[in-house]
Nanobody, 116 residues
Framework: QVQLVESGGGLVQPGGSLRLSCARSGSIVSIYAMGWYRQAPGKQRELVATITSASSTNYGDSVKGRFTISRDIAKKTVYLQMNSLKPEDTAVYYC??????????WGQGTQVTVSS
């Protein structure tokens, strides 16, 4: 089993920044990729950003140039630096871990609200 715990969400004004963290614990597993997804009220969950074990990154179109995903292997933590936040970035952000076996795990989510 893999446990993912997100932190760092909150309320921020438009144009502001936040950094989300996702700490992984549990069984020793082979992680193919970790990433962030988000879900706004009434909308489907969508890709925000992913980073593979080879450090290849991928971003959703709506966040390119504003968000950056990174990881600290020693700390088993993935980060999402979010800059130039917009009200439409408001959502619950979920951390995801995908294994080479194609199994995947999700965190419980952290709320990000962008509002003045």
């Amino acid at each position: 089993q893999v446990q993912l715990v997100e932190s760092g969400g909150g309320l921020v004004q438009p144009g502001g920044s936040l950094r989300l963290s996702c700490a992984r614990s549990g069984s020793i597993v082979s992680i193919y990729a970790m990433g962030w997804y988000r879900q706004a009220p009434g909308k489907q969950r969508e890709l925000v950003a992913t980073i593979t074990s080879a450090s290849s990154t991928n971003y959703g179109d709506s966040v390119k140039g504003r968000f950056t995903i990174s990881r600290d292997i020693a700390k088993k933590t993935v980060y999402l630096q979010m800059n130039s936040l917009k009200p439409e970035d408001t959502a619950v952000y979920y951390c995801n871990a995908r294994l080479y076996s194609n199994n995947e795990y999700w965190g419980q989510g952290t709320q990000v609200t962008v509002s003045s």
